[in-house]
C-alpha cells in the first residue's frame, strides 16, 4: 500500500505498548498500525476481550505484520509489566496521587534515554471507554497526559498510541526539522532562459492569433509575462514549459480561411472580439 516499501530498512524498538482490556479487534489493529509508523513493534495486550488472535485486527492493522504477529497477551497487568523496569501510565483524567505528570515529549525523551541505557519500560493504555483505573495507574512510575481541549479530551486508543509514538519517533532525530526524503535539487534559471521561454510563448501564440485585436497586443503581453514571472523558474521547469510549446506545433501556425475571429454583435462596440487578455 501507498507508504511502504520493503526494501527499505524497518525500525523496530522502543518501549512496549500495553493496552489494558482492550475491546474492538479494529482497535487493536489500528493501534498497531501506529505503532509500525513510527518504529515501535512490541505489543502487549490484557486480557483483549474478543481472544487472540483476532483476524479484524490483522486486517485494521494495515500489514503492520510484524506488530501482530510479535502481540503477547497475558491475564492481568501485573503479569504484563513484570519484565519491565520503567512504566508510563496515559490519562486525560486528574489523577491526585504523589506520581510525576509528564507531557508527551518529556516522556518520550525520558524513554529514550532508559532505552539507550538498556532498560525495559512500557506505556500503559486503559479501556476504550473509560481508560485506567487509579489502580492500574497506581502500578506505573509517572503518568503521562496530552495537552488536548479540556472540554473534550477524550482520545481513541489509536490516536492516543499514535500521539505518543510520534514523540518516541522525534526523540531519536537530530534535527526535529530533518524529513525522510527531499525534492530533487534543481538549477535556478538565468533571465536568458527566461526571456527565451517569454518570447517562444508569444512567438507560438501570435502565429495562431490569439493576440486579438492587434492593438491590445501590448497589453495581453505585459499581462501574459506578468503571470509567468511571479515566481522563480528552475532550469528544469523552463525545459517543462519549452516541451508544452513545442509540441503546439503538431497543430496549423495560421488561422484556416474558413475560419476567423467571431465578430461582436452591431450593439457592442463594433470592434471585433478576441481571446481574453486577462485585464
Same mark, same amino acid.
Do not use: C
Given at each position: 500500500?501507498?507508504?511502504?516499501?520493503?526494501?527499505?530498512?524497518?525500525?523496530?524498538?522502543?518501549?512496549?505498548?500495553?493496552?489494558?482490556?482492550?475491546?474492538?479487534?479494529?482497535?487493536?489493529?489500528? @493501534?498497531?498500525?501506529?505503532?509500525?509508523?513510527?518504529?515501535?513493534?512490541?505489543?502487549?495486550?490484557?486480557?483483549?476481550?474478543?481472544?487472540?488472535?483476532?483476524?479484524?485486527?490483522?486486517?485494521?492493522?494495515?500489514?503492520?505484520?510484524?506488530?501482530?504477529?510479535?502481540?503477547?497477551?497475558?491475564?492481568?497487568?501485573?503479569?504484563?509489566?513484570?519484565?519491565?523496569?520503567? @512504566?508510563?501510565?496515559?490519562?486525560?483524567?486528574?489523577?491526585?496521587?504523589?506520581?510525576? @505528570?509528564?507531557?508527551?515529549?518529556?516522556?518520550?525523551?525520558?524513554?529514550?534515554?532508559?532505552?539507550?541505557?538498556?532498560?525495559?519500560?512500557?506505556?500503559?493504555?486503559?479501556?476504550?471507554?473509560?481508560?485506567?483505573?487509579?489502580?492500574?495507574?497506581?502500578?506505573?512510575?509517572?503518568?503521562?497526559?496530552?495537552? @488536548?481541549?479540556?472540554?473534550?479530551?477524550?482520545?481513541?486508543?489509536?490516536?492516543?498510541?499514535?500521539?505518543?509514538?510520534?514523540?518516541?519517533? $522525534?526523540?531519536?532525530?537530530?534535527?526535529?526539522?530533518?524529513?525522510?526524503?527531499?525534492?530533487?535539487?534543481?538549477?535556478?534559471?538565468?533571465?536568458?532562459?527566461?526571456?527565451?521561454?517569454?518570447?517562444?510563448?508569444?512567438?507560438?501564440?501570435?502565429?495562431?492569433?490569439?493576440?486579438?485585436?492587434?492593438?491590445?497586443?501590448?497589453?495581453?503581453?505585459?499581462?501574459?509575462?506578468?503571470?509567468?514571472?511571479?515566481?522563480?523558474?528552475?532550469?528544469?521547469?523552463?525545459?517543462?514549459?519549452?516541451?508544452?510549446?513545442?509540441?503546439?506545433?503538431?497543430?496549423?501556425?495560421?488561422?484556416?480561411? $474558413?475560419?476567423?475571429?467571431?465578430?461582436?454583435?452591431?450593439?457592442?462596440?463594433?470592434?471585433?472580439?478576441?481571446?481574453?487578455?486577462?485585464?
Amino acid at each position: 500500500m501507498s507508504g511502504t516499501n520493503s526494501e527499505r530498512e524497518l525500525i523496530a524498538e522502543g518501549p512496549a505498548i500495553i493496552l489494558v482490556e482492550p475491546q474492538l479487534g479494529e482497535n487493536i489493529g489500528m @493501534v498497531a498500525r501506529a505503532m509500525a509508523n513510527f518504529g515501535l513493534v512490541e505489543l502487549r495486550l490484557v486480557n483483549p476481550r474478543d481472544g487472540w488472535p483476532n483476524e479484524k485486527a490483522r486486517s485494521a492493522a494495515s500489514k503492520a505484520d510484524h506488530v501482530i504477529d510479535g502481540t503477547k497477551v497475558y491475564d492481568t497487568l501485573e503479569e504484563a509489566i513484570s519484565d519491565l523496569n520503567f @512504566v508510563y501510565a496515559t490519562t486525560a483524567r486528574e489523577r491526585y496521587g504523589f506520581k510525576p @505528570v509528564r507531557s508527551p515529549v518529556f516522556a518520550a525523551a525520558t524513554l529514550r534515554e532508559k532505552f539507550k541505557a538498556g532498560e525495559k519500560t512500557g506505556i500503559l493504555f486503559g479501556r476504550e471507554r473509560w481508560g485506567l483505573n487509579n489502580e492500574e495507574v497506581a502500578l506505573a512510575d509517572e503518568i503521562v497526559t496530552f495537552p @488536548v481541549n479540556p472540554a473534550f479530551a477524550s482520545l481513541n486508543i489509536a490516536q492516543a498510541v499514535l500521539l505518543m509514538s510520534y514523540d518516541w519517533m $522525534k526523540s531519536g532525530m537530530d534535527d526535529l526539522e530533518e524529513t525522510r526524503f527531499q525534492p530533487i535539487e534543481q538549477n535556478p534559471s538565468t533571465k536568458e532562459q527566461v526571456l527565451g521561454m517569454f518570447e517562444h510563448i508569444e512567438e507560438a501564440l501570435d502565429a495562431r492569433g490569439y493576440f486579438h485585436p492587434p492593438e491590445k497586443k501590448p497589453k495581453m503581453i505585459d499581462n501574459l509575462r506578468a503571470v509567468l514571472s511571479r515566481r522563480a523558474f528552475s532550469e528544469q521547469e523552463i525545459s517543462v514549459f519549452r516541451g508544452v510549446i513545442r509540441s503546439l506545433d503538431r497543430f496549423p501556425r495560421k488561422w484556416p480561411e $474558413k475560419i476567423v475571429p467571431r465578430q461582436k454583435k452591431a450593439s457592442d462596440s463594433g470592434e471585433t472580439e478576441g481571446n481574453d487578455s486577462g485585464e
